[in-house]
């Protein structure tokens, strides 16, 4: 019911996601920690797997391992999508034999895309596709590659919500480190939304650059 992406940026030492659904709250399967990396665990996700993700890197275990340890601890885990990026490992995703059709993922070396429930394979090739290609900071090329799910047909349920987050060490409130997290909770169109509030940013971002050159 969720196409998904987790990336990292290892210049700008970025890391985060941006995922779409026909459910309320699609965010809420997603977790990014600043200098370290992202997960989602959706389609008939594991909530718990997102903080033992983080402990397990701690731990310094990698990615594989962190996974066996999911499938060794989950009796439904077919039934389960993860995709999974580190700064130190980079990515790793899996999608279980039971879950719905149109299902799967594709990973690169700082990203993997995971989706199901989607009208077509075309949906995460073009995920991974766009944000390979797009240019600017982990944000943008994170909601190139929502934007494009959507675009190449998505859920095919439909609509409801979005999110996407970038952790940065230092920024946004004391001890959150968040650079950016939009929420978009209930629309008939959330990416298109979300696109439509990043543009507001930009704008909003060089008016302020503007007027601190007065």
Not at 12 to 22: D, K, L, R, W, Y
Not at 110 to 119: H, P, R, S
Request: charged share 25%.
């Amino acid at each position: 019911m969720t196409f998904s992406i987790v990336a990292i940026d290892k210049e700008a030492q970025e890391t985060g996601f941006a995922i779409a659904s026909c459910s309320w709250d699609a965010g809420q399967v997603c977790l990014a920690q600043a200098n370290v990396g992202a997960i989602a665990s959706q389609a008939q996700g594991n909530l718990s797997f997102l903080s033992q993700y983080f402990d397990k890197l701690a731990e310094r275990k990698d990615l594989a391992t962190i996974l066996e340890a999911f499938r060794a601890s989950d009796d439904g885990i077919e039934s389960r999508q993860i995709g999974m990026v580190s700064f130190e490992q980079g990515a790793l995703a899996f999608t279980g034999e039971e879950c719905s059709r149109w299902a799967g993922h594709r990973i690169g070396e700082d990203f993997a895309c995971q989706g199901n429930i989607l009208v077509s394979p075309d949906v995460i090739d073009a995920m991974a596709s766009a944000f390979q290609a797009a240019e600017g900071s982990l944000f943008e090329r994170l909601y190139a590659a929502l934007e494009a799910g959507d675009g190449t047909g998505g859920d095919q349920r439909g609509r409801q919500s979005a999110r996407l987050a970038v952790k940065k060490k230092g920024w946004g409130q004391p001890g959150t480190d968040s650079m950016i997290d939009i929420r978009i909770e209930d629309h008939d169109d959330p990416v298109k939304e979300m696109g439509r509030i990043l543009t507001f940013r930009r704008t909003l971002a060089s008016i302020l650059s503007l007027l601190r050159k007065l």
